[in-house]
């Protein structure tokens, strides 16, 4: 694995095949403006979240991502990325 953003794209393709994850449109990592990184988790353009994961490996993204699918705030429209829809 050569990157975070590629371990991201291998994650979500996992996932998205299951049942608890099945209606997920895809994750993205993103360094943002201020250096800091985040794996987007995206339903649809209105729901989505985000996980802090400055400094993680690609076993702490695992690791973040399974501790937060739960535990987490739905991103307000300012905070969101575009996905298209």
């Given at each position: 694995?050569?990157?975070k953003?590629?371990?991201?794209?291998q994650?979500y393709?996992l996932?998205?095949?299951?049942?608890?994850w099945?209606?997920m449109?895809?994750?993205?990592y993103?360094?943002?403006?201020n250096?800091?990184?985040?794996?987007?988790?995206?339903?649809?353009?209105?729901?989505?979240y985000?996980?802090?994961?400055?400094?993680?490996s690609?076993s702490g993204?695992?690791?973040d991502f399974v501790?937060?699918?739960?535990?987490h705030?739905?991103?307000?429209?300012?905070?969101?990325?575009?996905v298209?829809?």
């Open positions: 694995m050569n990157s953003k590629e371990f991201v794209k994650l393709a996932v998205a095949q299951t049942p608890e099945g209606d449109k895809g994750m993205e993103i360094v943002d403006e250096g800091c990184e985040w794996l987007y988790v995206i339903y649809n353009q209105w729901t989505q985000r996980i802090n994961i400055n400094g993680d690609t993204i695992l690791e501790k937060h699918h739960t535990e705030d739905w991103l307000p429209e300012e905070l969101r990325i575009d298209g829809e």
